[in-house]
């Protein structure tokens, strides 16, 4: 026997439209579904973690967020994939600011030096 998607939580109706427009969220109609039940279940485990702050339980509190429609392996790809393109942008910057500078040039040896002005 196939079990039916869990359906949306309809009070949290007006939060979700907040909450997409906060954070310029538009999803296709076949993605709203799916995102909408991982927001509610990251909100759920935020509210519980936030219950036990107020118990003095944890030492700080949580919120939603521009990540609360990701699962926890979604997040860790996005932040991840991120830091490389962080990497990747910086290793492109230093290779085109360095890339002409030679190593090392004696311009003594070479005779190019000008000489010494009276400096009085």
Avoid at 8 to 27: G, I
Wanted: with cysteine.
């Amino acid at each position: 026997m196939a079990s039916a998607s869990p359906s949306p939580d309809p009070s949290l109706d007006a939060e979700w439209q907040e909450w997409k427009r906060k954070y310029e969220k538009t999803y296709s109609q076949d993605e709203e579904g799916h995102r909408r039940m991982v927001w509610e279940e990251n909100k759920k485990k935020i509210e519980e973690h936030n219950a036990e702050y107020e118990q003095g339980m944890a030492s700080f509190c949580m919120g939603l967020n521009e990540f609360s429609d990701l699962t926890n392996d979604e997040f860790w790809e996005v932040i991840t994939r991120s830091s490389d393109s962080v990497l990747e942008d910086q290793e492109i910057i230093n290779t085109h600011l360095f890339s002409d500078i030679p190593e090392f040039e004696d311009l003594t040896e070479e005779n190019n030096m000008i000489p010494e002005k009276d400096q009085v």
